[in-house]
T-cell receptor, first 112, second 110 residues
Framework: EDQVTQSPEALRLQEGESSSLNCSYTVSGLRGLFWYRQDPGKGPEFLFTLYSAGEEKEKERLKATLTKKESFLHITAPKPEDSATYLCAVQAIRDSSYKLIFGSGTRLLVRP | IAGITQAPTSQILAAGRRMTLRCTQDMRHNAMYWYRQDLGLGLRLIHY???????GKGEVPDGYSVSRANTDDFPLTLASAVPSQTSVYFC?????????FGPGTRLTVL
């Protein structure tokens, strides 16, 4: 069964304190691994897609990396505006619907 | 309109009532999706449509139906709402392999 597990469930950081969020996945043939940001009361906002082990993507203070079993979202010198829930999802290569299988997210709080 | 709009923003509904959640996109994406988001469970796929005129079942389709008469609209209908359908509902459309989400509808069934 395809599944995604994210850890930790919640993370509190001081402004400027770098850290990483983990996304472990099991999928029978990975088409892509996706990271989204979700602010309270809003829909998920697309951040990155990673397709193969070793791939990295960066956007401002965020960098996503991928191995064959997990992905990390590294947050460098975070700011309070980085506070949000970060969602990881996978898409199976065999799935013609291209549906996303989501983890339950990591709630990040960055304190000034 | 820019992107995906959903209506209503929120709704309180009596159990047993019929309800249609609306979703409209202006990006001319062929594929569209409905997910529900529940605390601790993440987003789960209800139904999807790869193109106008076709629909498919997702992980949790029971109690829900969809139609796709044209490219822009993808309504989700609860024929007879039950309290377990209390959730936040997100519509999404897809370009390539990336899905883009609407702002959501918060539905409470009492």
């Amino acid at each position: 069964e395809d599944q995604v597990t994210q850890s930790p469930e919640a993370l509190r950081l001081q402004e400027g304190e770098s850290s990483s969020l983990n996304c472990s996945y099991t999928v029978s043939g990975l088409r892509g691994l996706f990271w989204y940001r979700q602010d309270p009361g809003k829909g998920p906002e697309f951040l990155f897609t990673l397709y193969s082990a070793g791939e990295e993507k960066e956007k401002e203070r965020l960098k996503a990396t991928l191995t064959k079993k997990e992905s990390f979202l590294h947050i460098t010198a975070p700011k309070p505006e980085d506070s949000a829930t970060y969602l990881c999802a996978v898409q199976a290569i065999r799935d013609s619907s291209y549906k996303l299988i989501f983890g339950s997210g990591t709630r990040l709080l960055v304190r000034p | 309109i820019a992107g995906i709009t959903q209506a209503p923003t929120s709704q309180i509904l009596a159990a047993g009532r019929r309800m249609t959640l609306r979703c409209t996109q202006d990006m001319r994406h062929n594929a569209m999706y409905w997910y529900r988001q529940d605390l601790g469970l993440g987003l789960r796929l209800i139904h999807y449509s790869n193109t106008a005129g076709t629909t498919g079942k997702g992980e949790v389709p029971d109690g829900y139906s969809v139609s796709r008469a044209n490219t822009d609209d993808f309504p989700l209908t609860l024929a007879s709402a039950v309290p377990s359908q209390t959730s936040v509902y997100f519509c999404a459309s897809r370009l390539g392999d990336t899905q883009y989400f609407g702002p959501g509808t918060r539905l409470t069934v009492l």
